[in-house]
């Protein structure tokens, strides 16, 4: 029979969320066992590589100094100084109205910093080789889990038995833990998928992060590091399924085409410089976020339409308040009333946010050109109001007020 290990912390997950909560519990101190059954892919060239990027809104990049992670991804990182909203809803695929919200307005500091994902893979699984009280098991998944008043019982795909005080469910969507908790999780499709790449482009993206709306949902383009001389952007273009999928299978020459006309030719004429990733597009709220020695972080708790950059900077969130109440209860990380605090302090939170974004994102597949007219005309009034505005900015970043 295996032996027994002992842990303070369990964490079920290796994506960008789990590898950071392991980075974070470490740091701080505790014991840490991370899995996944995936092997993180580190570059950008390997096939299945995650071409996405993460914008690190102001409250996560302090998150990230704190657990310290952001000396190794500051130096990588393109700052987001203004975000534009442009609507180009008119019967042509033209800019119609362009609103930037700059965070001059409301702060000294960019809105955020924006990092590929596979580079943050590969710089914190970096970092974790630097922790000793940190175990990354990649290739292993959580294979069961039993739990008790006075710990967790993991049992691990390559036969390894855990105790620990505490585990996290970091496992996506279809969270491995959260079912094996007995927590239920309400489901939203929309019909869309989300095309992921990487563009150059004659024009300077000037460290604006662009939002175009037309139909099927936004075409966002986020900047990255110039690339051999030419100004580059991460992009998500959202649409509903069958037409992501026509996407995702043309010519490069007819892709780069069709892109250029759905950026409303804001940048010039758009280069496709890397693979082409379809993600799809769903909100999911996990019923609850806690259970006896269990607590949900990120997709496990909660998913949503990649609008605002608010996926992974909520996860922080969640990772933060833990953090918090577990610094505070250093014997027992896992005790039940840490976790119904941790419980009272985000879900409700979570629901509002999914829920705002959920409504962002109907408006932006709208089609009929009447509801187009009627998603300029909300842009408009928002952005007219100066004090609407700046609210709107700092609830963006996650301000309270």
């Avoid at 294979?143 to 496992?171: N, P, W, Y």
């Avoid at 577990?326 to 979570?350: F, T, V």
Wanted: hydrophobic letters at 45%; glycine letters at 8%; proline letters at 6%.
């Amino acid at each position: 029979m295996n032996t027994l290990i002992e842990t303070d912390i369990f964490i079920s997950g290796g994506g960008v969320a789990g590898l950071t909560a392991a980075a974070a519990f470490g740091m701080a101190g505790f014991s840490v066992i991370c899995a996944d059954p995936t092997p993180p892919i580190t570059d950008a060239a390997t096939e299945g590589s995650d071409l996405r990027t993460t914008a690190f809104l102001q409250p996560s990049r302090d998150f990230l100094e704190r657990v310290g992670l952001w000396a190794r991804l500051g130096p990588h990182a393109t700052p987001l100084q203004i975000m534009r909203i442009v609507d180009a809803g008119g019967p042509e695929a033209e800019a119609r109205v362009a609103h930037d919200f700059n965070a001059a307005d409301i702060s000294d500091l960019p809105f955020g910093w924006n990092l590929p994902n596979w580079l943050l893979r590969r710089e914190i699984v970096a970092h974790l080789a630097t922790l000793p009280n940190v175990d990354f098991r990649p290739g292993v998944a959580t294979a069961q889990l039993l739990t008790r008043a006075g710990e967790a019982r993991v049992t691990l795909s390559d036969g390894s038995r855990i105790a620990a005080k505490l585990v996290i469910g970091a496992d996506g969507r279809d969270s491995r833990v959260r079912e094996a908790a007995g927590i239920s999780a309400r489901k939203l499709r929309y019909g869309q998928k989300a095309l992921a790449f990487a563009v150059s482009h004659a024009l300077p993206h000037d460290n604006i992060s662009t939002e175009i709306h037309r139909s099927g949902g936004p075409f966002t383009l986020v900047p990255l590091p110039d690339r051999d001389g030419q100004p580059c952007s991460a992009v998500v273009w959202m649409e509903r399924g069958p037409e992501a999928m026509r996407l995702a299978a043309l010519p490069e020459a007819a892709f780069e085409a069709a892109m250029t006309e759905r950026s409303a030719h804001l940048f010039g004429p758009l280069k496709l410089v890397s693979r082409r990733t379809l993600w799809p597009i769903i909100s999911q709220i996990a019923d609850r976020m806690v259970a006896e020695r269990v607590a949900l972080v990120a997709e496990a708790a909660h998913v949503m339409p990649p609008i605002g950059a608010q996926g992974l900077n909520m996860s922080l969130a969640d990772l933060r308040v833990l953090l918090d109440l577990a610094e505070a209860n250093r014997d027992d990380p896992g005790q039940p009333d840490l976790l119904a605090r941790y419980q009272r302090a985000r879900h409700a939170e979570i629901v509002a946010r999914v829920t705002g974004v959920d409504a962002l994102n109907r408006a932006s597949m709208a089609q009929a050109q009447g509801l187009r007219d009627l998603r300029l005309r909300a842009l408009n009034a928002i952005y007219a109001v100066a004090p609407v505005r700046r609210v709107m900015m700092r609830a963006g970043l996650g301000a309270k007020g």
